[in-house]
């Protein structure tokens, strides 16, 4: 793996990019807050990029919930969310690379629902668009699609996630092909669309956990569903998504750039990218 992306995918901020709206005074200083990271990742392509997100209800219907989905296709038709589709390239899915995590995913004792045809949403665009926000044709990388439920009660706790994306690096690491792998974790940060506190920002919690997410994701893997929707609202546990991202990284990492930005629409935008250094040498190497 070479490097991870956590991010918000609030939909307005695809629109404000197809809409050509990101100079705009409202839109200026979340866009300049990621420049220099799409910079950082212009240089650093990966050939595959993981991305765990969850959808909004446009591909998976409420009466099936998986708690965790992959994607084995080979491409993936932008969503239709009643608005038309977001003008972005079709997703190319990476088929084999999808078909071994499966499998290693499973018998790391992980239940993983199988998607061989999935029309992605914004959940899964607006990242894209974050670290590359003019694709032309096509997007630089092929994707393959992690879902979460963070929708319908019960969510995955955050233990979970985390231990997910402690096997999802294990099993990246075990493809028999050399593969430049990028990992992003998605949704957030906090907000609320509904409810007597619709509207609701945590910006002291969310500072907490733009450091956290660096140097002890086992404290935010410790907060229960409860804690995250108390502190967060009840669309800001989407941040879990985001440990699956940092389990996945491993211990040595480097933050390379990170961003703040309150509002983007009514949520708290979040971002943060990690270099991955790669896993502890052992004893043995490290004294070769």
Same mark, same amino acid.
């Given at each position: ?11 307005? #901020?695809?629109a ?6 990101? @100079?705009?005074? &409202?839109?200026?200083?979340? !866009? ?20 765990? &997100? ?13 708690? !965790?989905?992959? %994607?084995?296709?080979?491409? &993936? ?6 608005w %038309?589709?977001?003008p972005?390239?079709t997703?190319?899915?990476a ?5 071994? $995590? ?7 004792? /992980?239940? #993983?629902?199988? !998607? ?10 607006v990242?894209l ?27 995955? *706790?955050?233990?979970?996630?985390? =231990?997910? %994306?402690? =096997?999802?690096? @294990?099993?990246?690491?075990? !493809?028999? @092909? ?7 974790? *998605? ?7 509904? %409810? ?7 910006q002291?919690?969310d500072?907490? &956990? ?6 002890? +994701?086992?404290?935010?893997?410790? $907060?229960?569903?409860?804690?995250? #929707? ?7 546990? @989407?941040? #879990? ?9 491993? +211990? ?11 509002? =983007?629409?009514?949520?708290a935008?979040?971002?943060?990218? /990690?270099?991955?250094?790669g896993?502890?040498?052992?004893e ?5």
């Amino acid at each position: 793996m070479t490097w991870g992306l956590a991010t918000s995918h609030v939909p307005s #901020i695809g629109a404000a990019m197809d809409r050509g709206k990101t @100079e705009d005074p &409202y839109w200026k200083p979340l !866009f300049d807050g990621y420049a220099p990271a799409r910079e950082w990742m212009a240089r650093h392509t990966p050939d595959v990029a993981v991305v765990v &997100y969850n959808d909004h209800a446009n591909a998976v219907d409420l009466s099936v919930t998986p708690t !965790f989905a992959i %994607g084995a296709a080979a491409s &993936y038709e932008v969503a239709d969310e009643g608005w %038309g589709s977001r003008p972005v390239p079709t997703v190319v899915g990476a088929p084999e690379l999808s078909d071994h $995590l499966i499998e290693s995913l499973v018998d790391s004792s /992980f239940d #993983i629902t199988v !998607f061989q045809d999935l029309a992605v949403d914004h959940g899964l665009t607006v990242p894209l668009s974050v670290y590359c926000p003019d694709p032309g044709e096509s997007w630089p990388c092929a994707v393959v699609p992690v879902l979460v439920n963070v929708i319908q009660y019960p969510q995955p *706790t955050a233990a979970r996630c985390l =231990a997910l %994306g402690k =096997a999802l690096g @294990e099993a990246i690491r075990s !493809f028999p @092909e050399d593969l430049k792998v990028a990992v992003f974790g *998605t949704g957030g940060m906090s907000h609320q669309l509904a %409810g007597a506190r619709a509207g609701l920002i945590n910006q002291d919690f969310d500072r907490m &956990y733009l450091d956290a997410i660096e140097h002890d +994701p086992e404290k935010l893997a410790a $907060l229960t569903r409860e804690d995250y #929707i108390r502190e967060a609202g009840s669309e800001g546990i @989407e941040l #879990i998504m985001w440990l699956i991202m940092r389990g996945a990284l491993g +211990p040595r990492i480097r933050r390379v750039h990170d961003a703040y930005h309150v509002p =983007a629409s009514n949520t708290a935008a979040g971002m943060v990218l /990690f270099e991955n250094l790669g896993t502890v040498p052992s004893e043995r190497s490290a004294t070769a």
